[in-house]
């Protein structure tokens, strides 16, 4: 992505549809960002090989595969070794959470996703 593009793209990965609709009010309201939403982990890669987002914000519990594995075809991708990416998960056992950032993610947020710390981590790209 240009450092010339209005607007900076978040792919958020998730098949649970009112999660989706919570997170694109969120988005609404953040001029600057577009929020693009794959509902699998193929859906994702798909929409990773057209273009490389600032943001990917990844469900761990996906109807096609985990987020363990969607994180670990992401980073077989040399052009996508340094996207940063947060897990989203409702479990808050810290194994999982260990598990998550020895696979590659960069945070693990619990769900209900907090909006102060989504605009912050925003802010901070």
Not at 31 to 48: I, S
Not at 54 to 66: A, F, G, K, Q
Request: aromatic share 4%.
């Amino acid at each position: 992505m240009s450092s010339s593009t209005a607007v900076r793209p978040v792919l958020y990965v998730e098949d649970d549809r009112i999660n989706i609709v919570l997170m694109e009010e969120v988005f609404r309201l953040m001029p600057g960002w577009r929020l693009d939403v794959a509902e699998t982990g193929a859906q994702a890669m798909e929409m990773l090989s057209r273009e490389t987002p600032s943001l990917v914000l990844m469900d761990m519990n996906l109807p096609d595969m985990n987020g363990l594995e969607l994180i670990a075809l992401v980073r077989a991708r040399p052009e996508l070794a340094g996207l940063r990416c947060i897990a989203l998960s409702a479990d808050v056992m810290d194994d999982q959470r260990q598990r998550a950032r020895a696979a590659g993610f960069h945070d693990y947020w619990l769900k209900p996703i907090d909006v102060r710390q989504l605009r912050a981590a925003l802010e901070r790209l």
